[in-house]
């Protein structure tokens, strides 16, 4: 993980989920990543600099981001994405996660906007549907026809 990332994630402070689990993560390796000219120009925040530059010395590697102007940048370099929405499908889709949509609303009860239209789209890759309790439903083929 790049060392700004590393900064921005502890900045939470003690109340912070993320910050308070951090130090504790074994996969959590903290690295110094050299900011490359080609990201600078964008003038994006020190976190995003460094996930691009990093992914761009890495080839094969995709940057995770959700920042729109660091998406522009990554794209547009070549540097391919995946943003916190693909990572709770991808969970799911691998038995790390039982629910995108719940996760998706512990997101938003944190104070995350999340439009509804991404949470369909996201619920949708996820084979998930909205039940009448509003909990998550795999979609089975007999709910297809």
Do not use: F, Y
């Not at 120009?41 to 761009?56: M, Q, R, Y």
């Amino acid at each position: 993980m790049p060392d700004a990332v590393w900064t921005e994630i502890a900045a939470g402070g003690t109340g912070d989920t993320a910050a308070s689990a951090l130090p504790s993560r074994t996969w959590a390796q903290r690295q110094a990543v050299e900011p490359s000219p080609r990201v600078l120009n964008w003038s994006l925040g020190p976190g995003e600099t460094a996930v691009i530059s990093d992914a761009l010395k890495h080839p094969g590697m995709r940057a995770m981001l959700d920042d729109r102007d660091a998406s522009r940048c990554a794209r547009t370099l070549g540097v391919q994405t995946l943003g916190t929405g693909g990572t709770l499908v991808l969970a799911k889709r691998r038995g790390l996660l039982p629910s995108v949509g719940d996760a998706l609303q512990r997101l938003r009860d944190a104070g995350l906007w999340i439009d509804e239209d991404v949470v369909r789209l996201l619920r949708t890759k996820a084979d998930e549907r909205l039940s009448g309790h509003g909990s998550a439903e795999p979609v089975t083929d007999t709910d297809n026809g």
